[in-house]
T-cell receptor
Framework: IAGITQAPTSQILAAGRRMTLRCTQDMRHNAMYWYRQDLGLGLRLIHYSNTAGTTGKGEVPDGYSVSRANTDDFPLTLASAVPSQTSVYFC????????????FGPGTRLTVL | GQNIDQPTEMTATEGAIVQINCTYQTSGFNGLFWYQQHAGEAPTFLSYNVLDGLEEKGRFSSFLSRSKGYSYLLLKELQMKDSASYLCAGKDSNYQLIWGAGTKLIIKP
């Protein structure tokens, strides 16, 4: 692995189903993030984790949950998917340093029908 | 509230210069970021400003005025591959990024 990976690449899901989006990074970054990106809107933060074992809510956390059992993995779970959760989901991570720029995974395109 | 404003779309000609503006309002300020995002791909980091002034990186430069809550991204010698969306993001007092909706830049030959 080099950088940050996400799985699946895309998924079509029936409303009411449970779904977990996976995210793994190998850069030993402390902080990780989940965003959704919808047409005409900026990236919106769903949940974040500043370090393994801790998580926090972002701007749009309802209907989503996360866990951070270790440094590398940060899965996002939709307990009961709804059509409004149709979006492109990006996972990102950032390390130490002046800018702490975020590095993004390739994204997961999720369609909830 | 927190807000990032940038134009929705701009058009420029190959070989020319274009300036993409961004105004921001964040609770606290810990830096201003620019990212590039090609269609169907992830955002990639371009620049970071935390002090007033111009930061130059090859064909791309970014400017910040903290007193005016204003930044711009300057792209010189435009190439067709520069056709992308450019995202402005401000880091707030909680060190979270507040994102603009992005400026879609269309380059014409």
């Amino acid at each position: 692995i080099a950088g940050i990976t996400q799985a699946p690449t895309s998924q079509i899901l029936a409303a009411g189903r449970r779904m977990t989006l996976r995210c793994t990074q190998d850069m030993r970054h402390n902080a990780m993030y989940w965003y959704r990106q919808d047409l005409g809107l900026g990236l919106r933060l769903i949940h974040y984790s500043n370090t393994a074992g801790t998580t926090g809510k972002g701007e749009v956390p309802d209907g989503y949950s996360v866990s951070r059992a270790n440094t590398d993995d940060f899965p996002l779970t939709l307990a009961s998917a709804v059509p409004s959760q149709t979006s492109v989901y990006f996972c990102a991570s950032s390390g130490q340093g002046d800018s702490n720029e975020q590095f993004f995974g390739p994204g997961t395109r999720l369609t909830v029908l | 509230g927190q807000n990032i404003d940038q134009p929705t779309e701009m058009t420029a000609t190959e070989g020319a210069i274009v300036q993409i503006n961004c105004t921001y309002q964040t609770s606290g300020f810990n830096g201003l970021f620019w990212y590039q995002q090609h269609a169907g791909e992830a955002p990639t980091f371009l620049s970071y400003n935390v002090l007033d002034g111009l930061e130059e990186k090859g064909r791309f430069s970014s400017f910040l005025s903290r007193s005016k809550g204003y930044s711009y991204l300057l792209l010189k010698e435009l190439q067709m591959k520069d056709s992308a969306s450019y995202l402005c993001a401000g880091k707030d007092s909680n060190y979270q990024l507040i994102w603009g909706a992005g400026t879609k830049l269309i380059i014409k030959p």
